[in-house]
């Protein structure tokens, strides 16, 4: 998603990548917004939901940790897509297609993972400016070991006959290794020449446009209702109330609970952060009740529940003085959404959606997701096109429980207040040396920030 103030209000084109369960499959949606396009991950079981949606300008079949000879491999059904659409299948997806194209798809006697070279490249567009040589990443346990008379051979290593073919009269294109990867060095231009070439995607998706039109979508979802939002001071809550605010106005109602858990003097600078942005904002001072929640608890896990059991009980009392709510505002983005959903089904879902926890239930509000389509660097981005406060925009990542999982045993005032001051200055450091991860230094022992740990270990084990 590319900083621009290009108009656009409607999304009329996308890419659909069909997951088979690949580790790299978030990193294929990645790398085709890198190119300002507009894409969905889903499982492969729904392709047919998609066969016949005009805006989908292409299709991507990822890779998969299953074998086509498993007894219950992914099967994709590609009735409608297949010879329609512009395809591009990756590693697992190469092999289904070309077992069904009649190629021998074989058990490699040994893994191919790691590095390789293409040593020919054929003349076709999905290779357009690479040169025969470049480095390719595979990671796979079959192998398209020749072609069918339906398929023609585009790129080899020395070792992998077929590393790329492309179905004849067709603009189907598979590979055998992952363009998605670091390691794949023209993995990004190749996807260039399958969205933006072959599909024909024009490219313009970008965070003026996002922000246009969600705000239309808001207005016209949530109507003259009003909308209440838990802000966290983070960056995906602070989005979705800036999207809001922008759609809605005054008719969204933030709260922002002080648990006494956040950083040194967090709560009233950002507090003072909302209000300069306009919002309509409530502050709530329940440090009290949160550390008479945590008293005694020294187990992590107990201290989680404890902390979102009085985070849910504060914000439903704040939320119940605020008449005819309709909505519940949250910033889930895109990476909750996909690892909710199990390429296989429900069933075994990755893991539970953990914005969402007991508060929709309770609350009896339906849930609106402003950001729910964006990965957290185009969240950032979007962030920057409203104008969010740099300090917000850049604030250092920060669970949800706090400074409470950093402290052994009970919780205590007193030991918040040290930590504060520990983290405080070792965070300051970071920033002092330019950097919210690392300074850089060559030698860690010239390092100040790693002198700052240091410190803050050892303050850490006096007896307050």
């Not at 990756?90 to 798809?105: D, E, F, N, T």
């Not at 992998?160 to 598979?174: C, F, H, K, M």
């Not at 704040?318 to 690892?339: C, F, M, N, S």
């Not at 389509?373 to 300090?391: A, Q, S, T």
Request: glycine share 8%; with cysteine.
């Amino acid at each position: 998603m590319q900083e621009s103030t290009a108009r656009r209000t409607v999304l009329p084109e996308s890419i659909l990548i069909l997951d088979h369960g690949s580790q790299y499959t978030q990193l294929i949606a990645r790398r085709v917004r890198e190119l300002n396009v507009y894409c969905e991950i889903h499982p492969f079981s729904k392709a047919q939901q998609f066969a016949h949606d005009p805006n989908v300008k292409g299709v991507i079949l990822s890779g998969s940790p299953s074998s086509v000879h498993d007894a219950n491999f992914p099967d994709t059904d590609l009735t409608g897509i297949l010879g329609v659409k512009p395809v591009l299948a990756v590693c697992y997806g190469a092999q289904l297609i070309a077992k069904r194209a009649g190629a021998p798809v074989e058990k490699s006697r040994i893994r191919e993972y790691g590095r390789a070279h293409l040593s020919t490249i054929t003349d076709n567009h999905l290779f357009d400016g690479i040169q025969a040589g470049t480095q390719v990443w595979m990671s796979h346990g079959d192998s398209i070991t020749a072609p069918s008379e339906a398929m023609e051979v585009i790129a080899s290593t020395k070792d992998v006959p077929v590393a790329a073919y492309s179905l004849r009269d067709q603009l189907t294109y598979a590979v055998q290794f992952h363009p998605e990867v670091y390691h794949t060095t023209d993995g990004l231009q190749l996807l260039h020449n399958f969205v933006l070439g072959i599909c024909g995607c024009t490219g313009d998706w970008t965070p003026h446009g996002f922000v246009e039109h969600t705000v239309a979508r808001l207005q016209q979802q949530i109507g003259d209702d009003q909308v209440v939002l838990a802000l966290s001071g983070g960056v995906d809550s602070s989005v979705a109330a800036l999207l809001l605010d922008r759609a809605i106005g005054d008719r969204l109602h933030c709260i922002f609970v002080d648990n006494g858990l956040l950083r040194k003097d967090e709560y009233a600078r950002v507090l003072e952060s909302y209000r300069h942005l306009g919002l309509n904002i409530t502050g709530v001072d329940a440090k009290a009740e949160f550390y008479s929640a945590l008293k005694g608890l020294e187990e992590p896990e107990a201290k989680r529940k404890a902390i979102g059991r009085t985070f849910i009980e504060v914000f439903d009392r704040e939320a119940h003085r605020i008449t005819d709510v309709k909505w519940l505002g949250q910033g889930t983005i895109y990476p909750d959404v996909i690892e909710s959903v199990s390429v296989n089904g429900l069933s075994v879902t990755i893991k539970s959606h953990h914005n969402v926890g007991g508060l929709p239930d309770r609350m009896k509000l339906q849930v609106v997701e402003p950001l729910r389509l964006l990965f957290k660097d185009e969240v950032r981005r979007v962030g920057r096109e409203l104008g969010l406060d740099p300090n917000i925009l850049g604030r250092h990542p920060f669970p949800g429980p706090g400074l409470a999982i950093r402290i052994l045993g009970d919780i205590t005032p007193e030991k918040v207040a040290l930590l504060q001051e520990v983290d405080h200055i070792f965070i300051q450091g970071l920033r002092d040396e330019g950097s919210t991860t690392k300074c850089g230094r060559r030698e860690p022992s010239s390092c100040p920030c790693a002198a700052l740990a240091s410190w803050a270990m050892s303050a850490l084990t006096r007896t307050p």
